[in-house]
C-alpha cells in the first residue's frame, strides 16, 4: 500500500460523514420544494379570492344585487371554498412532510455528534426525535405550550380561518335565497364559519397525530417521537 495513503478502516468514518452529509443537502433541498409548494399554492388562493371578490362587486353592480347576483356568488364562491379547502389540506400535508424532513436532519445530526462527540455543543438545530429536539430545529420553543392559539397564526390556519368566512358568507347567501332576512342569515353565517373552523383545527390536528404514527423509519429510535411544535 502506497505510504500515507488512509488504510480502509481510517478512511470509514471520513466516508461515512460524506455520505450523511449528501443524505443532509438531499433532505434540505426536499424540504425547499415543498415549502415552496406551500407558498405557490397560497398565493393561487388568495389571487382567487381576490379575483372573487372583484367579479362579485362588479356582478352586484350590474344585476342590483337581486336573486341573479345571489346565484352567481354561490357559484363563484363553492369554487373558490374548494380550492381553499384542498390548499388547507395540501398545508397540513406539507407540515407534516416537513416533519419528516426535520426528522431525518436531527437524526443525521446525532450521528455526527457519535462520530465527533462534543460537535453537538455547536450545532443551533436539534439532535433528538422528541418534542425539545423538534422545537430547537423549528427554533420554536416558545410555541410548544400554546399550540393551539399558534394555529391561527400558521399559514394553514390562515387559509383555514379565510376558508371559514367563505363558507360562512355561503351559508348566508343560501339561507336568503330560502328566508331572504338579514339577521338569520348572519346568524347562520356565524354559526356556520365557527364550524368550519372547529373542523379545520380538528382536522389539522388529526392529521398530523396520524401521521406521526405512520413514521414507522423513526420508531425503532431510542428517542421516539412523542410531539412536535406547530409550524409556520
Known amino acids: ?13 471520513a466516508r461515512r460523514a460524506q455520505f450523511l452529509a449528501t443524505e443532509h443537502w438531499s ?14 399554492r397560497c398565493s393561487m388562493f388568495l389571487t382567487t379570492l381576490s379575483t372573487a371578490t372583484v367579479a362579485l362587486a362588479l356582478a352586484g353592480s350590474a344585476t342590483d344585487f337581486g336573486q341573479e347576483f345571489v346565484v352567481f356568488a354561490l357559484v363563484v364562491l ?12 395540501r398545508l397540513v400535508q406539507v407540515n407534516n412532510e416537513d416533519l419528516y424532513w426535520v426528522a431525518g436532519m436531527n437524526r443525521l ?9 462534543g460537535i453537538e455543543d455547536e450545532f ?14 423549528y427554533a420554536a420553543m416558545e410555541v ?8 391561527f397564526v400558521t399559514t394553514p390556519g390562515v387559509v383555514g380561518i379565510v376558508c371559514s ?43 398530523a397525530a396520524a401521521y406521526r404514527a405512520r413514521m ?9 417521537i412523542v410531539g412536535k411544535p406547530s409550524d409556520a
Open 1 to 13: 500500500m502506497t505510504e500515507g495513503m488512509p488504510t480502509p478502516t481510517e478512511s470509514m468514518p
Open 27 to 40: 433532505l434540505l433541498a426536499t424540504r425547499s420544494l415543498s415549502w415552496n409548494e406551500a407558498f405557490s
Open 78 to 89: 363553492a369554487i373558490t371554498l374548494f380550492l381553499g379547502v384542498a390548499t388547507f389540506i
Open 109 to 117: 445530526r446525532g450521528l455526527y455528534a457519535r462520530l465527533e462527540p
Open 124 to 137: 443551533v438545530a436539534g439532535i433528538s426525535l422528541d418534542t425539545a429536539g423538534f422545537a430547537q430545529s
Open 144 to 151: 410548544t405550550g400554546f399550540a393551539p392559539l399558534h394555529f
Open 165 to 207: 368566512a367563505v363558507a360562512g358568507v355561503i351559508a348566508g347567501l343560501l339561507s336568503m335565497l330560502a328566508s331572504p332576512t338579514m339577521s338569520s342569515a348572519l346568524g347562520i353565517g356565524l354559526v356556520v364559519a365557527i364550524a368550519s373552523t372547529v373542523l379545520f383545527i380538528t382536522y389539522g390536528r388529526r392529521d
Open 216 to 224: 414507522i423509519r423513526f420508531q425503532g429510535d431510542a428517542a421516539a
